[in-house]
């Protein structure tokens, strides 16, 4: 195994060992405290430009599964068409893997795919850095070509429009002539997010993140997750705003699409130190004593005192009280910041696909 050096924007560096494709990456360095899949988080597109630490300290064990597609054209047991995150750093890397479904191991995957995986890091310790300075910038060095700094220049994570480099470029339809219409705006969507649409039996238009939707015929919108700082994201507010300025129909958001959602409602976003990032955030139900466990993976959020007067939250994070979710007083509207999909993670808010699907 090379060399390979973790270099922070602070300056504080970790040694390293690749297992995964070689090339020199920079991005902004997040961690996840997941105990499991690495598979679906490598590839759900929120994780663009971004160098993801794993705090678990074994990976690789249970290989990774086949890379089939539905015919519906979803894959099967991924969350989008390929692996997103620009890189992967873990403590201790399992060469052998058992599962019944792998079909290659974690470092055969990355190395196909391009994408450079680091072992042998103090995955304690940069958690550690990352949580007392909050995230930052960061590159990979490999040894041999400490030299080459080209990429470890790279534009700042939170000044690129990251929702336009991941959504689709043309207009795609599931589950065709299936009655209800569902209009999905694509922020980085996982493909989870349509399954579970699918299988409540309507039709899903899958829009592009900018698209203007608001002359189509349909039942609801849908915004789904993406990555990167919703402030970017002007054109698509701009469409929600037009589309609720003239319409009552349903409205439910995920992830990018509650602070998307929060901005139309006249609420700003904030930059949070660390964000949300795991399968075990304790999200509490506003007027009740309803907790739920949630599966989360976002570094910005909504600032709840902002919200115009027609708006309530709809849940808070019940470990430093932030937003997870607004509601409109009178209209159907409302989303959650956190993963009802979550896959894979806890499955205790799937409803919100319910409660969407009832008000259509």
Not at 57 to 63: C, D, I, R
Not at 253 to 258: A, L, R, S, Y
Request: proline letters at 4%; charged letters at 20%; aromatic letters at 10%.
């Amino acid at each position: 195994m090379r060399d390979v050096t973790l270099v922070l924007q602070d300056g504080t560096t970790f040694k390293g060992k690749s297992f995964g494709y070689e090339k020199p990456v920079a991005g902004e360095v997040v961690f996840n405290t997941a105990m499991m899949g690495y598979p679906e988080s490598l590839t759900d597109p929120s994780y663009a430009g971004q160098l993801m630490t794993l705090t678990y300290p074994l990976v690789g064990n249970y290989g990774v599964p086949p890379f089939t597609m539905e015919e519906n054209g979803l894959p099967t047991f991924m969350e989008s068409d390929r692996i997103y995150a620009e890189a992967l750093i873990v403590s201790d890397y399992s060469e052998e893997y058992s599962h019944w479904n792998a079909k290659e191991s974690l470092s055969d995957w990355l190395k196909r795919e391009k994408v450079p995986g680091v072992t042998g890091i103090d995955t304690r310790q940069l958690t550690k850095v990352l949580r007392e300075h909050g995230v930052m910038m960061g590159k990979l060095v490999f040894e041999g070509n400490e030299a080459n700094e080209t990429n470890g220049t790279q534009e700042n994570y939170g000044a690129v429009n990251w929702v336009e480099r991941v959504s689709c470029k043309d207009i795609i339809r599931y589950n065709e002539g299936a009655g209800r219409k569902v209009v999905l705006v694509d922020c980085g969507v996982k493909a989870n997010i349509i399954r579970c649409l699918i299988k409540r039996g309507v039709e899903v238009i899958r829009v592009p993140w900018n698209y203007d939707y608001t002359a189509m015929a349909f039942d609801g919108l849908f915004l789904a997750n993406g990555p990167g700082d919703p402030d970017m994201c002007v054109d698509a507010v701009e469409v929600l705003k037009k589309q609720m300025s003239q319409s009552r129909k349903p409205i439910c958001g995920i992830c990018m699409g509650n602070q998307l959602l929060a901005k139309a409602g006249g609420a700003t976003i904030y930059k949070l130190k660390y964000g949300h990032r795991s399968h075990n955030q304790p999200v509490r139900e506003v007027g009740t004593n309803r907790c739920y466990v949630t599966s989360q993976n976002h570094g910005y959020a909504v600032d709840a005192a902002t919200l115009g007067n027609d708006w309530r939250e709809l849940f808070v994070n019940m470990n430093d009280g932030s937003n997870e979710g607004i509601r409109h007083l009178t209209n159907p509207w409302f989303s959650s910041q956190f993963h009802p999909e979550a896959c894979s993670g806890p499955v205790d808010t799937e409803f919100m696909f319910d409660r969407f699907i009832e008000t259509l």
